[in-house]
């Protein structure tokens, strides 16, 4: 089958104070529709770098980009835009949610912004916020919502346009352990829906949620770990313990 997300011999280096840093170095990866990939690895490996390559966040200094099939690597910033608002969702550590919107603006803005009508887009965004429990938030603005509840909100934002994969950094980064519960159980959810996504995290109970994890080291994907099945977990705390070593 078509992979929906793809890259090939992806590449990213920085210039900063005249020294070059390879944050990238020749990835290749697939994600075939309706997968759930967890990137994993230390930090400064070029995880968030690579997201934001496979989000059009960032351009890559060789390499390509399939989205969908169609190679989008060379595409300017408009271009991006419109994928972004129809292809792709994000999800951010620190939210990012707009903080003088309520919940429900911040949700039917991109929808809005894409061409959805006023009424289709309020219907997602009730649809939306019921699934992810905080139906009773939207009119409130996002600073009086807890961590877990705010990364709902972002969530519910990300999957508003229904994109054909969710890129997600590290989306329970500063929650807690209830919070970070809630979350894993709706990108669960999302998956079991259908929903693609590649998401990066530094949790392996995370990362034991989807279909395989990559691991990254120095700008690399150096191996991959399946989770199929109930030991999935205790397999992939293996794994990284002998990537430690
Ligand atoms: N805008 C930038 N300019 C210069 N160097 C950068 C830039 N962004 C990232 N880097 C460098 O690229 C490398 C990879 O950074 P990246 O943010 O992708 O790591 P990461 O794996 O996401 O780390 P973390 O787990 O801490 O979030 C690091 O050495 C970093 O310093
Ligand atoms: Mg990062």
Request: net charge neutral; charged share 20%.
């Amino acid at each position: 089958m078509q992979s929906i997300l793809e890259t090939r011999q992806l590449a990213k280096s920085y210039q900063a104070n005249g020294a070059a840093t390879q944050a990238v170095r020749g990835v290749d990866l697939a994600l075939a529709p309706g997968e759930f990939v967890a990137l994993m690895g230390p930090s400064g490996c070029g995880k968030s770098t690579l997201l934001h390559l496979l989000g059009g966040l960032d351009r890559p200094t060789a390499g390509e980009v399939y989205l969908g099939g169609r190679r989008v690597d060379g595409l300017g910033e408009a271009a991006w835009a419109v994928l972004r608002r129809r292809q792709v969702g994000f999800m951010f550590q620190f939210f990012n949610l707009i903080g003088n919107l309520t919940v429900a603006d911040n949700v039917e803005l991109p929808a809005l912004i894409a061409g959805t009508p006023a009424r289709e887009a309020r219907a997602r965004r009730e649809t939306l916020l019921k699934q992810l429990g905080i139906a009773d938030k939207a009119g409130t603005v996002p600073a009086r919502l807890s961590g877990g509840q705010q990364q709902r909100v972002a969530l519910a934002r990300a999957l508003v346009n229904r994109p054909a994969v969710l890129l997600a950094d590290e989306p329970t980064g500063n929650l807690d352990s209830q919070s970070t519960d809630e979350v894993l159980g709706l990108l669960r959810q999302a998956h079991a829906d259908g929903q693609s996504i590649f998401l990066v995290t530094h949790n392996p109970r995370i990362a034991s949620a989807a279909n395989r994890v990559l691991h990254m080291r120095d700008g690399r994907i150096i191996g991959e770990t399946p989770m199929d099945g109930h030991h999935s977990l205790e397999a992939l705390l293996d794994v990284l313990r002998g990537l430690e070593a």
